[in-house]
């Protein structure tokens, strides 16, 4: 296994994609192995993108895109507004429930903070904010979609790990909301500190009459994730059934209730989740011959005999895994590391008594957090392109912010049922 490890290790520095990068790898493996026939690596390539679980990545990716193009995001973003509008730092604050508001139409960490850049970003900069705190909270602030419903990370780990994903996607609601209180928080904190955007001392407190007229614009996107639980504990749809409902709903709310999705905007986001779909699901495909490689060396037993060696303590052990996965996330991309890292860690949790949702949710989090961290995060990279703000800035700027996700993370491995409560309470306690 040294081999293939130093291929993918040499070929992730000079920078080649990372779908080849773990496809190439995987081979090396392959080829390297006089006892495994080189056609087995093909086999695990087509094996590794058969699963009909699967077919809710590409279904909730357009869902989103169409989201976006139908009035949704924009009702959102009015939402956030209003219920921002008397806080320090409201502008950055709007950030945040934004991307409360949004998990349940993105999905996606990067798309999120993308969009939120280009959105609030020119308005920031108006008023005053460095462009560096500008990225970092848009940019940590949309890790929140990472647990918020339907997280396609969730999805990842259910599939591969054989989790429940309706009990995921109910894990993630507390967790998503307790992220957003830190982070609100945290924008709180520094805001003070850098004197950005105080509350203006004339602007009119937020009624109950506003609050309600503004709900009742924004609330076919709010029902979307409590429609898409409560149609899987109910048996309505299977989790990748879930996803072609989300099109659907997408189309039907923003065609005839919104009546903003026009012919020229729907295949736009026909185009833009080809693009989004090609790219995620070759990664997936190019992970089987890798995968494959990490079972037959029996790399799960030697790191679990590893760190457990270290901590007899089940929530110290989990903090480790949980580091460890940090620091994977920051080197390689986070798909990847749900494909390849779940089958490694989740035994491991098991053999611990911890809940596999309970780790799910947690692992979701940290995993996507690499996205936003040096040195190759897309996420980061992409916000601070969109307003040409030098990644060292965004670095430190960000440093609150990450602070705030990590103390609520080791808030939560102590306490599971922040977590457990909803999946408990919809579909019943857990069988393990």
């Known amino acids: 296994m040294a081999l293939p490890l130093l291929c993918f290790i040499v070929l992730l520095l000079i920078g080649m994609p990372i779908a080849f990068v773990i496809g190439i790898s995987g081979m090396v493996f392959f080829f390297t192995q006089s006892m495994l026939p080189t056609e087995t690596a093909v086999q695990m390539i087509v094996l590794q993108s058969k699963s009909f679980v699967f077919l809710a990545v590409p279904f909730f990716i357009f869902a989103g895109n169409l989201m976006n193009v139908s009035g949704i995001t924009r009702r959102l973003l009015g939402l956030s507004r209003l219920l921002t509008r008397g806080m320090y730092?409201?502008?950055?604050?709007?950030?945040?429930?934004?991307?409360?508001?949004?998990?349940?139409?993105?999905?996606?960490?990067?798309?999120?903070?993308?969009?939120?850049?280009?959105?609030?970003?020119?308005?920031?900069?108006?008023?005053?904010?460095?462009?560096?705190?500008?990225?970092?909270v848009n940019c940590v602030s949309a890790l929140i979609t990472a647990t918020i419903p339907p997280s396609l990370g969730l999805i990842i780990f259910g599939f591969v790990g054989e989790v429940s994903i309706g009990r995921l996607f109910a894990g993630g609601i507390i967790p998503g909301i307790l992220m957003m209180l830190f982070l609100?928080?945290?924008?709180?904190?520094?805001?003070?500190?850098?004197?950005?955007?105080?509350?203006?001392?004339?602007?009119?407190?937020?009624?109950?009459?506003?609050?309600?007229?503004?709900?009742?614009?924004?609330?076919?996107?709010?029902?979307?994730?409590?429609?898409?639980?409560?149609?899987?504990?109910?048996?309505?749809?299977?989790?990748?059934?879930?996803?072609?409902?989300?099109?659907?709903?997408?189309?039907?709310?923003?065609?005839?209730?919104?009546?903003?999705?026009?012919?020229?905007?729907?295949?736009?986001?026909?185009?833009?989740?080809?693009?989004?779909?090609?790219?995620?699901?070759?990664?997936?495909?190019?992970?089987?011959?890798?995968?494959?490689?990490?079972?037959?060396?029996?790399?799960?037993?030697?790191?679990?005999?590893f760190i457990f060696g270290i901590t007899s303590n089940p929530q110290l052990l989990v903090l480790i895994m949980l580091g460890f996965l940090f620091i994977t996330g920051m080197l390689v991309d986070s798909n990847v590391n749900f494909l390849l890292l779940t089958p490694i860690f989740l035994p491991m949790v098991k053999s611990l008594g911890?809940?596999?949702?309970?780790?799910?949710?947690?692992?979701?989090?940290?995993?996507?957090?690499?996205?936003?961290?040096?040195?190759?995060?897309?996420?980061?990279?992409?916000?601070?392109?969109?307003?040409?703000?030098?990644?060292?800035?965004?670095?430190?700027?960000?440093?609150?912010?990450?602070?705030?996700?990590?103390?609520?993370?080791?808030?939560?491995?102590?306490?599971?049922?922040?977590?457990?409560?909803?999946?408990?309470?919809?579909?019943?306690?857990?069988?393990?």
Not at 212 to 227: E, G, M, N
Not at 249 to 273: D, M, N, P, Q, R
Not at 380 to 404: Q, R
């Open 89 to 136: 730092g409201g502008t950055a604050q709007i950030s945040v429930v934004m991307s409360t508001l949004m998990g349940g139409v993105s999905g996606s960490a990067t798309a999120d903070a993308a969009m939120e850049t280009r959105i609030l970003g020119p308005e920031m900069m108006r008023i005053g904010y460095k462009k560096g705190y500008i990225c970092a």
């Open 184 to 305: 609100m928080a945290a924008t709180t904190i520094t805001s003070r500190v850098y004197k950005y955007d105080p509350p203006k001392k004339d602007a009119p407190k937020l009624t109950l009459k506003e609050l309600l007229d503004d709900l009742k614009d924004s609330v076919w996107a709010l029902l979307f994730p409590i429609i898409l639980i409560v149609g899987i504990r109910f048996g309505l749809f299977t989790p990748a059934e879930s996803g072609a409902f989300a099109v659907i709903y997408a189309l039907v709310i923003g065609k005839f209730v919104y009546k903003e999705l026009t012919w020229e905007k729907f295949i736009y986001s026909v185009v833009t989740s080809f693009k989004d779909n090609g790219a995620i699901m070759l990664i997936i495909a190019m992970s089987g011959p890798f995968s494959y490689a990490i079972t037959w060396v029996q790399l799960p037993v030697a790191l679990s005999n």
């Open 354 to 432: 911890f809940d596999p949702v309970h780790f799910g949710v947690l692992m979701a989090t940290v995993v996507t957090l690499g996205v936003m961290t040096p040195p190759i995060g897309a996420a980061l990279y992409t916000v601070c392109g969109i307003i040409d703000c030098p990644p060292e800035d965004y670095t430190k700027e960000s440093i609150p912010f990450m602070a705030a996700v990590l103390l609520e993370l080791a808030i939560l491995v102590f306490i599971p049922e922040a977590v457990l409560w909803i999946p408990n309470m919809i579909f019943g306690p857990s069988l393990g």
